[in-house]
């Protein structure tokens, strides 16, 4: 009797949290200047949330599954079931909020696991992510948005299906997605989706996306001729930027756009890698740069480089993370007359700068194989080189590398370097799940990401 009792008066205090009481969202004595304090009081005036008895909104304490689920019912107008069927091995069909979780369980917002509905729970933050796409048929998105939801993650598609509709963000590019979500965070979430005058101002990603065609957004973009915009719906192709609005000779130097190079798109701007050489030896890149344009129509004169190498430096394998550029250099400067693409170790630094090119910073040494992506059809070997060692591949927030000794990863998020292998790769790919290495023995070694 006495555990009945406990769990009978559980239920009710979870139930009392979610519905309103007299006390106006304002006059909460523990929400003064709280950052959301505008999205309670869109959802309080609408009969969606209410408070404590006690006068308190605990803006800060975890909201539970049975919580989340009485206010979606509240927002979305659900009727309740009135005699639902679904048993519950944790919820008795007398329990006042017996209802609400059938509801929810019904319709496909949350879903129990195992007869189980967990109702006292702690939501996370990607629990949430996956209630609020399913609750208002929010479409998946595929482009990667904060540093810490990876690809493999189980619900990166929801979490960053909500990010691009302005809904949630992040901090410092994180979206902690195992936290436990906050009434006030979830409320915040909720008002957002419901009314788009409360959405955040922009959406933003910090992970870049690189290759020699890039798609976002319902285009592509690559190198042909110059910086080309493809419309992936209409099959209708637009010159960003051409070769004549770029390259440049100022009688020493000549710099030239690649289309062997990657290029990277970071939000609404494309990130061109480029090389330089002395006019009187134009086949033989002495330096690079990077430049950055908008991806819609350019029609400026071509701005200055936002970075280019240093005295002896080669700048390769650019990558945009975090709001910074990250590149190696090498560390013994390399004579380009003799530039033999054998497999040799060399010393190469991670370096990283502000996007607009100001605060260098280092970030660690490691060594790495010599090596670049050969193209048969070149007869030059100069020609075979181009920004991007075949030993270093970035991969959302992980630099992986090989060297003589192995196989390596290297976390941007922990700074930590851990040895995955002892075999000598030559090449590297990466899917959602596995990187690829095909080994020197001409073999393909598959590893779990």
């Known amino acids: 009797m006495k555990s009945k009792i406990t769990a009978s008066f559980i239920a009710l205090l979870l139930i009392v949290a979610a519905m309103p009481f007299q006390a106006h969202a304002t006059e909460f004595t523990d929400m003064n200047e709280h950052w959301a304090q505008k999205e309670i009081k869109y ?29 979606l019912i509240k927002a979305l107008k659900i009727p309740l079931l009135e005699n639902p069927k679904v048993v519950f091995k944790d919820v008795s069909k007398k329990s006042s909020y017996y209802k609400i979780l059938a509801t929810v369980n019904e319709k ?33 998105g595929k482009q990667p948005t904060f540093v810490d939801v990876v690809p493999a993650h189980w619900a990166y598609a929801d979490i960053n299906g909500i990010a691009k509709q302005r809904i949630a963000g992040g901090s410092e590019g994180k979206y902690m997605p195992s936290q436990s979500v906050t009434r006030a965070q979830f409320s915040a979430f909720l008002a957002r989706a419901l009314n788009d005058s409360m959405k955040l101002s922009r959406y933003h990603s910090y992970v870049s996306q690189k290759g020699k065609t890039v798609e976002q957004n319902g285009f592509s973009y690559s ?6 915009k493809k419309d992936l719906k209409t099959d209708k192709d637009e010159k960003i930027l051409s070769k004549q609005d770029f390259e440049s000779n100022d009688g020493l130097w000549i710099s030239y756009m690649e289309d062997r190079f990657d290029l990277i798109v970071y939000n609404d ?11 009187q030896a134009s086949d033989l890149p002495m330096r690079y740069g990077v430049i950055r344009t908008p991806t819609k129509r350019f029609t400026g004169p071509r701005d200055s480089a936002i970075m280019e190498s240093l005295s002896g430096e080669t700048m390769r394998n650019l990558f945009i993370w975090n709001d910074r550029i990250f590149y190696t250099t090498e560390a013994v400067k390399r004579d380009y ?12 630094t991670l370096n990283s700068v502000a996007m607009d090119g100001s605060d260098r910073k280092k970030e660690r040494d490691f060594d790495a194989r010599i090596l670049f992506y050969e193209d048969p059809s070149e007869k030059s070997f100069i020609l075979l080189e181009n920004q991007n060692n075949a030993s270093v591949l970035f991969d959302h927030s992980t630099m992986y590398y090989f060297n003589k000794t192995g196989l390596y990863k290297y976390s941007l998020l922990d700074k930590k370097v851990s040895k995955l292998s002892s075999i000598q790769g030559k090449r590297m790919s990466v899917t959602d799940t596995q990187l690829i290495v095909t ?3 001409g073999k393909k070694y598959t590893f779990k990401k």
């Open 223 to 228: 190198i042909n001729n110059g910086l080309m």
């Open 269 to 279: 701007e494309v990130f061109i890698p480029y090389l330089s050489a002395i006019s």
């Open 439 to 441: 080994g020197q023995d």
């Open 43 to 71: 959802l309080y005036e609408r009969n969606i949330i209410g408070g404590y008895p006690d006068g308190t909104f605990k803006p800060n304490e975890p909201i539970t599954r049975a919580q989340a689920s009485a206010m």
């Open 108 to 140: 496909g917002i949350l879903r129990g696991d195992n007869g189980l509905m967990r109702p006292g729970e702690k939501t996370s933050r990607a629990q949430m992510a996956a209630i609020l796409r399913r609750s208002f048929d929010i479409p998946f």
């Open 337 to 348: 007359y003799v530039t033999p693409n054998i497999p040799k170790d060399s010393k190469l």
